[in-house]
């Protein structure tokens, strides 16, 4: 196995990509480059900051892909008739969806009324399937100044000044759901946390933190609207673009079929089968 430190660089012999300066390519394959732009725009797609070892693996396997993509093209398969034929059905599927697309990108968001009432009609489907908490932390790579802030924090002012390594503090609110995916040291705190509750200064995942429970949900507990009305503008947006697709098609079945353009035969209907046998 190649293992690869980052930052990573990895170029093969063949022609440089003249409108990509060189300190911007991760790697390249003949006169294909990946540049740091890519790599970047991979990286802000992703829910969390990837690791390193994430990183590394997204570079080598664009590596992996294009080398043999090269090979494969070295060898005429982009000619291949298996090839060619799934070539016409991706850019078929793709057309489709182009002209879809097109179609429906005006439709209206659903309102705020439509995503109430949606909310009203199946409050059972929207529960929360594990132990869900809502924690406000504050960590710091250093100790100082966090039992200071530790006391504000007791006292109810969540907004005191920062007497540690200026700069060094890290602050949000995040939503746990489940301990799955979470580091077991964090949720062993914060699972034990009373709503209100702020922990001591604990040393977890090579830094320190305080961890106050804002809220806490157990299995099944409803969700509010606001924890799912993004969830549900999406269902309710898909049934629109269900709904508008299944509306172009029947127009074009309708016109199609008043010009001879579309010929076809409606199986909901018995077929009359000629017996062409003598029995004679």
């Known amino acids: 196995m190649i293992k690869f430190i980052l930052p990573l660089t990895i170029l093969i012999t063949g022609c440089m990509t003249e409108d990509i300066p060189p300190e911007n390519i991760v790697a390249r394959v003949m006169d294909v480059t990946l540049s740091t732009s890519e790599v970047s725009a991979w990286e802000a797609s992703l829910a969390h900051p990837p690791s390193q070892e994430a990183r590394t693996n997204y570079i080598r396997h664009w590596v ?41 990108k005006n439709m209206s968001r659903p309102t705020p009324t439509h995503v109430k009432e949606y909310y009203q009609q199946h409050s059972n489907e929207f529960v929360w ?15 100082g100044g966090m039992d200071k802030l530790r006391s504000n924090l007791l006292r109810g002012n969540n907004n005191s000044i920062w007497t540690g390594t200026p700069g060094g503090l890290d602050h949000n609110r995040i939503s746990i759901n489940g301990k799955d995916g979470t580091d077991p040291q964090l949720w062993k705190v914060v699972s034990r946390l009373k709503v209100g509750q702020v922990s001591s200064v604990k040393r977890i995942l090579s830094a320190y933190w305080i ?10 507990d409803p ?37 001879g353009r579309l010929q076809w035969t409606d199986i909901s209907l018995p077929v009359t089968i000629t017996d062409t046998l003598d029995h004679h």
């Open 64 to 104: 992996d892909e294009e080398l043999l993509y090269q090979e494969a093209v070295k060898n005429d398969l982009l000619n291949d008739p298996w090839v060619a034929e799934r070539v016409d059905d991706l850019v078929r599927s793709l057309a489709i969806a182009r002209y879809l697309e097109k179609d429906i």
């Open 129 to 143: 399937e594990n132990v869900h908490l809502v924690v406000n932390y504050w960590r710091c790579e250093t100790p």
């Open 211 to 220: 961890l106050k429970l804002d809220d806490r949900f157990e299995k099944g």
């Open 223 to 259: 969700k509010s609207i606001d924890e799912v009305q993004e969830e549900i503008s999406a269902r309710l947006m898909e049934e629109s673009i269900r709904n508008r697709k299944e509306t172009i098609i029947q127009k074009l079945i309708d016109e199609y079929s008043r010009d």
